[in-house]
């Protein structure tokens, strides 16, 4: 697994790795595993940048992080959600749907959903401007890639013609689902406690049910739709902690790092 742990990192983010080599669609599968891991990395880099940017005022902090989110990810999974979006809101039939989300123009579903989703982020990281908050960001993408593991597995891949989410799809293995969790657990654990497992067991129940209504829609799951599910889960990861590191230790006698 250690070969494909670069694949991961150069997919996932802007950083690069020398070297790299050729690729082929396996690879691309088994490199999910060190998902978590790269979540790890982009959270530990989105924690230093909220530490450096309180040197100004919050919201001018909270706005320089959202836009450090999306320079380190190139957009990647922003793009996946506009099209995933475009195409629930303005197809009737699955083909339809897939057809619109190939389209590489950006619809009016798919900018209000990037307006709503950008906004969310800038309210949650001012949410996240104490020192409680630097857990949260930490662990944020770790639960959130992690999700993008569980929804392949699930689900099969919608388009027949293919695509580069079919990898993903068709070569997750359950040892490949196993090793992520198991990171994605223990980075949880080690980071906000047992309110960081309650937000990773939620996440799991999110992917489930997204799982059903994306094969509902769709068939089943395309590139575009795992980057969509990143988004979601991140917002949704960013509200459960915080609600944890608020709420769970003065009634539970739990503690964030």
Known sequence: MSSTFPLALTFLTVLPWRG???????????????????????????????????????????????????????????????????????????????????????????????FLVLLLKFTLFLACGDKAGIPVLILFPVLSRWGMVFLAYLSPYARPEGGLGQAMTLGVTGRVLLGASLS??????????????????????????????????LGGVTGDVLGATNEVLEILALLGLLCCARFIPPIFSLRFF
């Open 184 to 217: 994605a657990a223990v980075l949880a654990f080690l980071i906000a406690r047992a309110g960081g497992l309650l937000v990773l067991a939620l996440a799991a129940g999110v992917v489930w049910l997204l799982s059903l209504y994306f094969q509902k829609k």
């Open 20 to 114: 790299l080599g050729e690729v082929g669609p396996r690879d691309l599968a088994r490199s999910m595993f060190w998902f978590p891991w790269v979540g790890l990395i982009l959270g530990l880099g989105f924690g230093a940048g909220m530490w450096l940017f309180h040197i100004f005022i919050l919201p001018l902090a909270a706005a320089l992080l959202l836009v450090m989110t999306v320079l380190a990810t190139r957009g990647l999974h922003l793009d996946g959600l506009a099209d995933t979006v475009d195409g629930l809101g303005g197809g009737k039939t699955p083909q339809e749907r897939l057809a619109i989300m190939k389209d590489s123009r950006l619809g009016a579903f798919g900018a209000m959903s990037l």
